[in-house]
């Protein structure tokens, strides 16, 4: 420690350990146990120092912990770089910071590190709670910073906080402007490290029994949609994903897309929609049964599935339109056709054997289907999200043995069955349904709603849907999972119906939620530009941007500080305190100032030392002034020719 | 009536020379009926110039020279067993005067000081379960040394409190100090010294002081000053309500030697820092304004309203 350095009192050491305990909070369940655990150590050491005025321990032990604790990141972590490993580095060095803190200097750096770990955390998560709580964070650091300089006559908590709390408060109107014009690039503003998109769920391009039913445990989001017009039927809720073609005798996989031209004959008008998706790693973009146009920066295979030119990381929103009644692929080619009907050999001979039987049955291809679906119907099949397990011949158990499954089961089982006969059939997974938010109008599609179904290739007809859940359990179509799936099935709490309250609470909480996203989370390059174009500012290019943030910075600060002097001046009613501040400021253009704690007497023989030839005159005001002001006169008349002087008087 | 007041300080300025300024402080102090404190290392005139005030204006003058062992009753005075009589008579101490010179008051032990401080907050005495009221005009001029020199018990400052003004003589400036080199002895001259007012013309300038106009312009401006040193940090605790009489009344005293009827901002900046000086305490941060020039930082932070 330097000598002469002001030292930090036990107050100032308390508030920045509390500082640095919220803001680190939030991390604790991210990184290993024992960082966690070492920082704590390290900051009750702190305390324990500060209280019983103990002197900071010795540089050495402190170079020790460094290289301990590092060696702890790379050994937990494989690495000390990217997202996590940083984000733990950072936890440790500032809680060793801790233990150097004796000057103001070291306390400030410790605020400003703590302004950083705040950062840090939107590296996880930028959701309105975390936002929140990093709102009271930096007020909290910031009311810390504001009583580190109250050196004496500390006047207890509320002072700094109040004055952090009104710093915050002025500086939003500088951050709207910085929000709004800061120029966006497109993609985040800096690669974020390549271990931050761990841990997304969502569809895949494989499906086994129960990897649908799986998701369907999840209530996040998959996306949000918003409809320009009525919200159509939830039995033309189909949205489209992967299509699965190949199927190994246990896992279906969508194989190698092929990529064409979109070919499709419509009679009815499209549905205009835009959609929010959540990022869930993959490149699929959802649309309605059928897409009639392509978002930017995106390819249609030739199946219909839309697919992002790269990996969705984060929130993407694109309108769409679609037409939810059309014909398509009449032409199909045959090697295409031929892939449709592929089997592997070897699996599931007693479905082949029932396909066999009742090709002879039917020999209609429409026919045929009715026949399959009236089975699925009138058989006690049974829908459930935790159906009994397969085994090899998993569609030949299902069908014949267990008869309960997801919708997963029940689209495999349709199409070997369709394949079987020679009809060519395609899985398609995607979702289904959604939830209307009756607060926004809009629909929010969970994971929970992840469903599979069936496309068939008829002669004449080309590829028509064919849901086969729908034949066992019309529910789960018309009106949601949560009322097809038996009471007993463990489904996420939030999907449950069961509570209204619960409910209404969600549906805000979710229309909130939304709102967020699109406007403060998806203010992207686009968004930005179609904002600006409604202010009538055609070329936001970034030099624009740059300048345009400039002079909207300037006048806020100029509004701000306008608001903020208005207090200083008061508006003087005094005619001969207004007249001589008149007087004064005569004098003042003529570069002879009045100080503003100057005395009228001192003044006037200032005025008098630096101006000879005004001595009379000034004499003549500022005694005049002085009675009026001071004394004990207040002869109107004196008022009037004390106005009179000032008037005529000329510097 | 203010002639003789002019007479007072240019005749006590014949005997401190270059000092007007101080005299007149002085002179305040006494019209708005407070003690003074001077501090200051020794032998810059602060007893002369005790002496030399007390003269001029025709008053009683005693000093007690404070010391390590000064007893309460040295300077209160004791009731002595007369034979004759066969009673206890009280012979009055020192302290029974108009003017009371409290010579190097830190040099005493609280117990004696405190026998001071409180015959000057009370005018009156008691001893022996008897009061004794004070003469009026009472005038009580201590001297303290600065407390870093040895020996000393510093004031402590809820009695600094009992002072309406602490001054600092200083060195004189290079002419004065020729004068004082090349003129006659300053005892000499103090025994030449004859009164220029009575006590009863004292009174009635105490009285006037009393009544000076101070408006309410001059009233915002004493409050802007207090509200300042409350406000800011960089005093360790703001002026107390008695503070801002004491400035009040120094500044009117201030007007009443200026010769005028009511009391200007001007007056009260004159008082400013022989009032407040040692009653506000800079904090450490503060460290650039310390000791004398607090007060000038205060009157140059705030407006005149």
Redesign the interface.
């Known amino acids: 420690m330097t000598a002469g350095a002001p030292v930090l009192s036990l107050r100032n050491v308390w508030w920045l350990l509390a500082a640095l305990a919220m803001v680190g909070a939030p991390h604790a369940g991210r990184v290993p146990w024992w960082i966690t655990a070492l920082a704590v150590t390290l900051m009750a050491w702190r305390g324990y120092l500060a209280r019983f005025n103990l002197g900071l321990p010795s540089r050495w032990l402190l170079l020790l912990v460094i290289a301990g604790g590092t060696a702890g990141v790379f050994v937990s972590y494989g690495t000390i770089f990217g997202r996590d490993a940083g984000v733990a580095l950072l936890i440790i060095m500032l809680s060793l910071k801790l233990l150097e803190l004796a000057t103001l200097r070291d306390a400030m750096l410790l605020v400003f590190l703590g302004y950083f770990l705040v950062i840090t955390n939107f590296l996880y998560s930028q959701t309105i709670p975390t936002a929140l709580y990093m709102l009271g964070s930096v007020w909290f650091i910031t009311a810390t910073m504001i009583g580190l300089h109250f050196a004496v006559r500390y006047p207890g908590p509320a002072a700094p906080l109040r004055t952090a709390g009104v710093l915050l408060a002025q500086s939003v109107p500088l951050m709207l402007v910085f929000f709004v014009l800061f120029p966006r690039v497109q993609g985040p503003l800096w690669g974020l490290p390549r271990d931050a998109y761990a841990g997304i769920t969502g569809l895949s391009d494989t499906m086994t029994p129960g990897s649908i039913a799986n998701l369907s445990l999840s209530d996040a989001v998959a996306f949000r949609a918003t409809f320009n017009g009525p919200i159509p039927n939830p039995t033309r809720l189909y949205w489209r994903g992967p299509v699965l073609w190949d199927f190994d005798g246990r896992t279906w996989s969508a194989g190698r897309p092929y990529f064409g031209k979109m070919r499709y004959e419509t009679n009815s008008a499209p549905v205009e929609y835009t959609i929010t998706l959540e990022p869930h790693s993959k490149r699929w973009m959802f649309a309605l049964d059928l897409p009639a146009r392509m978002p930017p920066a995106t390819i249609v295979t030739w199946d219909f599935q839309i697919l992002s030119t790269i990996p969705i990381h984060n929130r993407v929103r694109y309108e769409m339109s679609s037409y939810t009644s059309y014909r398509y692929g009449e032409e199909e080619r045959e090697p295409v056709l031929a892939r449709a009907r592929r089997l592997p050999e070897g699996y599931n001979p007693r479905t082949r054997e029932l396909a066999r039987r009742m090709r002879g049955d039917a020999p209609d291809d429409r026919d045929l289907i009715r026949n399959v679906l009236a089975k699925f119907r009138n058989e006690n099949f049974f829908y459930t999200l935790s159906p009994p397990p397969l085994g090899e011949h998993s569609v030949d158990e299902f069908l014949f043995a267990t008869k309960s499954g997801f919708c997963e089961h029940y689209a495999a089982a349709f199409t070997v069955l369709m394949r079987a006969a020679g009809i060519p059939a395609r899985i398609v997974t995607g979702y289904q349904g959604g939830e209307v938010n009756p607060i926004t109008d809009y629909l929010i599609v969970r994971q929970a709603d992840a469903h599979a179904w069936v496309e068939v290739w008829l002669e004449g007809q080309g590829w028509v849907r064919i849901d086969p859940t729908a034949a066992v359990s019309p529910q789960r179509v018309e009106r949601g999972i949560a009322a097809a799936i038996p009471v007993s099935d463990p489904l996420p709490l939030l999907v449950r119906t069961d509570y209204e309250w619960l409910r209404r609470i969600r549906f805000t909480w979710d229309s909130i939620a939304n709102n967020w996203n699109q406007w403060v989370l998806g203010y992207t390059q686009e968004r930005q530009r179609q904002f600006l174009r409604s202010f009538g500012i055609a070329d936001p290019a970034w030099r624009n941007l740059a300048a345009m943030l400039l002079v909207a910075t300037g006048i806020a600060v100029l509004i701000l500080a306008a608001l903020v002097l208005r207090k200083l001046k008061t508006t003087v009613t005094d005619p001969v305190l207004r007249a001589y501040r008149r007087f004064c400021g005569k004098l003042a253009r003529k570069g002879l100032p009045r100080h503003p704690a100057e005395g009228p007497a001192d003044y006037a023989a200032r005025l008098a030392r630096e101006r000879p030839e005004l001595a009379k005159a000034v004499s003549l005001v500022s005694a005049l002034y002085i009675s009026l002001r001071y004394g004990t006169d207040c002869d109107p008349a004196d008022v009037r020719e004390f106005t009179r002087l000032v008037r005529e008087f000329k510097a | 009536m203010a002639q003789s007041l002019d007479k007072v300080i240019s005749q006590v300025g014949n005997v401190i020379l270059g000092k007007d300024r101080q005299i007149r402080l002085a002179v305040a102090c006494l019209l708005a009926r407070g003690h003074l404190l001077i501090e200051d290392i020794p032998g810059v005139g602060k007893t002369t110039l005790a002496h030399a005030l007390a003269s001029s204006l025709g008053l009683a003058f005693q000093r007690i020279q404070f010391t390590s062992d000064l007893l309460p009753a040295d300077i209160l005075g004791v009731s002595i067993y007369e034979r004759d009589s066969g009673r206890f008579k009280f012979h009055p101490g020192p302290i029974f005067a108009h003017v009371i010179l409290a010579d190097e008051v830190n040099r005493a032990t609280p117990k004696a000081q405190s026998a001071l401080l409180e015959a000057m907050e009370e005018h009156q005495v008691t001893t022996e379960g008897e009061t004794r009221t004070l003469p009026r005009p009472f005038f009580v001029i201590a001297t303290q040394n600065p407390s870093h020199q040895v020996g000393t018990f510093p004031l402590p400052e809820s009695q600094l409190d009992r002072f309406l003004m602490r001054i600092e003589l200083g060195y004189p400036d290079a002419e004065a100090e020729r004068a004082l080199l090349q003129g006659v002895d300053r005892r000499d001259l103090l025994s030449q010294l004859t009164p220029c007012m009575a006590v009863e013309e004292l009174v009635e300038l105490q009285q006037r002081a009393k009544r000076i106009?101070?408006?309410g312009?001059?009233l915002d401006y004493v409050q802007a000053l207090i509200a300042e040193t409350r406000r800011s940090?960089d005093y360790?605790?703001g002026l107390s309500p008695r503070a801002g009489l004491a400035l009040l009344h120094c500044a009117r005293a201030w007007a009443l030697i200026e010769g005028r009827?009511?009391?200007?901002?001007?007056d009260v900046?004159a008082v400013l820092s022989s009032v407040v000086g040692h009653r506000l305490s800079p904090?450490?941060?503060a460290d650039r304004v310390n000791g004398a020039n607090v007060a000038g930082h205060l009157?140059?932070?705030?407006?005149?309203p």
């Open positions: 106009h101070t408006s312009a001059l940090p360790v605790s009827e009511h009391a200007i901002p001007e900046q904090t450490g941060e009157s140059r932070q705030v407006a005149i």
